[in-house]
Every structure is written in structure tokens, then in C-alpha cells.
Nanobody
Framework: QSQFVESGGGLVQPGGSLTLSCAAS????????IGWFRQAPGKEREGVSC????????VYVDSVKGRFTISRDNAKNTVYLQMNSLKPEDTAVYYC?????????????????????WGQGTQVTVSS
């Protein structure tokens, strides 16, 4: 089964840092734009960031700009999300997914419709 495998989540204090990894399993991600998304308890899933297939284009939602950095290593078939200055409101399950129809971010991560290869997610909890 083709899907992403997310890892790197955990419990961190406010102001702390985590790096999430998103490894492709069963497919090659180098021709797809990839997005990170998150879902907090009782809330709808929201976009966090997107990176184009070659890594030259990155998009961040306003709430994480300046704190999160998305990157990818196509040779390792993996996408990363470096998260700094974490806040309690960043607490959520984080997922990544691929846009199989585009190498560019287009309207990602604001629209997750049509994204594919969703994984099980990794829990990030920011709390003192």
C-alpha cells in the first residue's frame, strides 16, 4: 500500500522545537508537491505548509510563518517539517500528503482536497 509514514512527534514545552519526517512508502515522491496538514482535537484539518517537487517553492500559512520550515530530500524519499518556537496552539496530529496532479503548490496547503497517500499522522503536543 502506498502511503506516507510520519514520525518525529512528541511532547515539547512551549518555545521548544521538533522536526517531523514524512517518508514515502511504496512510491516515489520526487514528482509531487507535498503538503503538511494538522488536525487538533475537535477542529477541522488545516493546512500548514507545502513544498514543490524540486523544493524551490515553499508556502506557509500565516500562523506558522517564521517558525516552521519545510524541506525535502528526494534521494531519501522524505519530506521534513522543522518546527521552532512551538506554541500550545500547535498541538495537533500532523499529516503529510501528495498532490499527484502537480509539481507545484498551486492552492496548497489551503485546500487539501485531492491530496493523496495520507499517512497515520504523528502527534505533537505542546504543553508545560
Amino acid at each position: 500500500q502506498s502511503q506516507f509514514v510520519e514520525s518525529g512527534g512528541g511532547l515539547v514545552q512551549p518555545g521548544g522545537s521538533l522536526t517531523l519526517s514524512c517518508a514515502a512508502s511504496g512510491f516515489t515522491l520526487d514528482v509531487y508537491a507535498i503538503g503538511w496538514f494538522r488536525q487538533a482535537p475537535g477542529k477541522e484539518r488545516e493546512g500548514v505548509s507545502c513544498i514543490s517537487s524540486g523544493g524551490g517553492e515553499t508556502v506557509y500559512v500565516d500562523s506558522v510563518k517564521g517558525r516552521f520550515t519545510i524541506s525535502r530530500d528526494n534521494a531519501k524519499n522524505t519530506v521534513y517539517l522543522q518546527m521552532n518556537s512551538l506554541k500550545p496552539e500547535d498541538t495537533a496530529v500532523y499529516y503529510c500528503a501528495a498532490d499527484r496532479r502537480s509539481t507545484k503548490c498551486r492552492n496548497r496547503p489551503y485546500d487539501s482536497n485531492g491530496m493523496d497517500y495520507w499517512g497515520q499522522g504523528t502527534q505533537v503536543t505542546v504543553s508545560s
